[in-house]
């Protein structure tokens, strides 16, 4: 067996706890601070053959600047196109975190969901600056979950262990994707406007590519109408954030709950100000629980590729192409 104290792997100094503790201790960790291609000491720039990262564009000239790079395992099920396809391009195979997360994230879109509804947050904060017993009681939510039809943009791993939960809550669950998924009994819309013209509710879980970028535009807002929620645990890009803006100033649709942002973490005051939005900072995945076993499977995705010449959980389009196993 390879002893890995010898390969090289470059990480982010500061990285994912778990990931961190098994690549600083199974392998010969190189640590940069920013994805600054300058920063790579130089006696390891022909000698990297791993690299772990939360891959943004910002990465292309470090995967640029490593001749001898192998493979990237990215923290996250989601994978940036950009620097995904620039590495896969040149060979390199790029793994990411599938299944580990399912449940988690399916938790937090319910979670979201509910929240923006109910607005437990502003109920929260109204007992806590004694307003419950100086004012009196908390206004009665407009919105409920009641009587809801809800529409997953997606039904893939997460989209389906959310559509399950809805199911669990009474209500009609309709999707889109681009392909109707067998053995399940929702009613699949081929288009996303014919699916939000049937839906009340729209909960997005696409990843973020080109072909989903602005997806949930101004059109397929009025379709969803003036009762219209919309939950976004997918990806910022996917929905126009001006268009959205507008369509809850001007009710076009009642509400919005957003996990995720156009330009992460760089919130719009608009967003930040509105009553009929709920908030969080991308932590669909954020528990210590499920945030170590992705960090776990980052780690494993290395250990095998360098032990056993496999990835564990290569992207499809690495695997599509051949870089599933080492040459
Ligand atoms: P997945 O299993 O690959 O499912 C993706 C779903 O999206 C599939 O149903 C797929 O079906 C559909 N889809 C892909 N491209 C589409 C398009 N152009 N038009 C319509 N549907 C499309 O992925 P997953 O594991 O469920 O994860 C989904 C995404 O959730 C990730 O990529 C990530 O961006 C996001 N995510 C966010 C968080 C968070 O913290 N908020 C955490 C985890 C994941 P077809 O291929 O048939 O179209
Ligand atoms: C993030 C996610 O990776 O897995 C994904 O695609 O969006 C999340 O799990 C995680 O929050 C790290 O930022």
């Given at each position: 067996?390879?002893?890995?104290?010898?390969?090289?792997?470059?990480?982010?100094?500061?990285?994912?706890?778990?990931?961190?503790?098994?690549?600083?201790?199974?392998?010969?960790?190189?640590?940069?601070?920013?994805?600054?291609?300058?920063?790579?000491?130089?006696?390891?720039?022909?000698?990297?053959?791993?690299?772990?990262?939360?891959?943004?564009?910002?990465?292309?000239?470090?995967?640029?600047?490593?001749?001898?790079?192998?493979?990237?395992?990215?923290?996250?099920?989601?994978?940036?196109?950009?620097?995904?396809?620039?590495?896969?391009?040149?060979?390199?195979?790029?793994?990411?975190?599938?299944?580990?997360?399912?449940?988690?994230?399916?938790?937090?879109?319910?979670?979201?969901?509910?929240?923006?509804?109910?607005?437990?947050?502003?109920?929260?904060?109204?007992?806590?600056?004694?307003?419950?017993?100086?004012?009196?009681?908390?206004?009665?939510?407009?919105?409920?979950?009641?009587?809801?039809?809800?529409?997953?943009?997606?039904?893939?791993?997460?989209?389906?262990?959310?559509?399950?939960?809805?199911?669990?809550?009474?209500?009609?669950?309709?999707?889109?994707?681009?392909?109707?998924?067998?053995?399940?009994?929702?009613?699949?819309?081929?288009?996303?406007?014919?699916?939000?013209?049937?839906?009340?509710?729209?909960?997005?879980?696409?990843?973020?590519?080109?072909?989903?970028?602005?997806?949930?535009?101004?059109?397929?807002?009025?379709?969803l109408g003036p009762d219209g929620v919309l939950v976004n645990v997918a990806r910022g890009s996917v929905v126009d954030e001006k268009a959205l803006i507008a369509a809850l100033r001007n009710g076009t649709i009642a509400a919005a709950g957003l996990d995720v942002f156009e330009d992460e973490p760089y919130v719009p005051a608009d967003l930040m100000e509105m009553e009929n939005t709920f908030l969080t900072p991308h932590i669909g995945s954020?528990?210590?629980?499920?945030?170590?076993?992705?960090?776990?499977?980052?780690?494993?995705?290395?250990?095998?590729?360098?032990?056993?010449?496999?990835?564990?959980?290569?992207?499809?389009?690495?695997?599509?192409?051949?870089?599933?196993?080492?040459?």
């Amino acid at each position: 067996m390879k002893d890995l104290k010898s390969v090289s792997v470059l990480m982010p100094a500061r990285f994912y706890d778990r990931a961190a503790e098994r690549i600083l201790d199974a392998f010969d960790a190189v640590l940069i601070d920013r994805p600054d291609p300058a920063l790579i000491p130089a006696d390891k720039r022909e000698t990297i053959t791993g690299m772990a990262a939360l891959l943004n564009p910002d990465w292309v000239p470090v995967i640029e600047a490593l001749p001898s790079l192998e493979i990237i395992s990215n923290f996250g099920v989601g994978y940036h196109p950009v620097p995904s396809l620039h590495a896969i391009g040149k060979g390199i195979c790029v793994t990411h975190t599938p299944d580990v997360l399912n449940e988690e994230v399916a938790d937090t879109a319910i979670g979201v969901l509910l929240n923006t509804l109910r607005r437990f947050d502003q109920a929260g904060q109204w007992v806590r600056d004694g307003k419950w017993e100086t004012v009196g009681n908390f206004t009665p939510s407009p919105l409920t979950l009641r009587g809801r039809t809800v529409g997953l943009f997606g039904l893939g791993r997460i989209g389906k262990a959310i559509a399950r939960r809805i199911e669990g809550f009474g209500l009609p669950v309709h999707y889109h994707a681009r392909r109707r998924v067998e053995d399940v009994p929702y009613e699949y819309h081929p288009t996303l406007t014919g699916l939000t013209e049937a839906v009340d509710t729209l909960i997005c879980i696409v990843p973020g590519t080109p072909e989903t970028r602005h997806a949930v535009n101004a059109g397929v807002l009025e379709a969803l109408g003036p009762d219209g929620v919309l939950v976004n645990v997918a990806r910022g890009s996917v929905v126009d954030e001006k268009a959205l803006i507008a369509a809850l100033r001007n009710g076009t649709i009642a509400a919005a709950g957003l996990d995720v942002f156009e330009d992460e973490p760089y919130v719009p005051a608009d967003l930040m100000e509105m009553e009929n939005t709920f908030l969080t900072p991308h932590i669909g995945s954020g528990s210590a629980h499920t945030r170590a076993a992705m960090g776990d499977l980052v780690a494993d995705n290395l250990v095998s590729w360098f032990e056993k010449g496999e990835a564990v959980t290569p992207v499809p389009e690495a695997k599509k192409k051949g870089l599933a196993k080492r040459p």
